[in-house]
């Protein structure tokens, strides 16, 4: 009886672990890419984007908080750099990806953090 339970045991948590493995290993492997056009200037922390078009990615690897911002054609990068990982605002539209923070008049708005369009979490910037 005791080798039966034990056997039950061992094969739960080797299906449990293959499960967690897997769902991990799918969350990392994820590539969030969104392309966005902006009317008007944007700020990202240490850079202005000019009115046109860019492209918004999580980048792969060990550490899921790293975004990258670069032009449409993907020749210039604005910004590469950590970001705190948020829920998506019950208020926010599905289809809203990113969120803007005030400014003074004639300083370009912040853009405070960016919702993957297929993501129920974002990535805050971090403003220093």
Do not use: C
């Amino acid at each position: 009886m005791t080798r039966k339970k034990s056997t039950h045991t061992l094969v739960a948590a080797m299906v449990f672990g293959l499960a967690l493995g897997a769902t991990t290993y799918g969350s990392d492997a994820l590539l969030h890419t969104n392309h966005f056009t902006f009317n008007q200037a944007v700020a990202v922390p240490g850079a202005v984007l000019s009115p046109g078009s860019y492209v918004f990615e999580r980048v792969v690897g060990t550490e899921p908080d790293v975004i990258v911002v670069r032009s449409r054609d993907r020749s210039q990068v604005y910004y590469m750099g950590f970001t705190e990982r948020v829920e998506r605002p019950r208020h926010l539209a599905r289809g809203s990806a990113v969120t803007l923070g005030e400014a003074r008049p004639g300083v370009p708005l912040p853009i405070t953090a960016w919702y993957p369009l297929d993501s129920s979490r974002g990535h805050r910037f971090i403003y220093r």
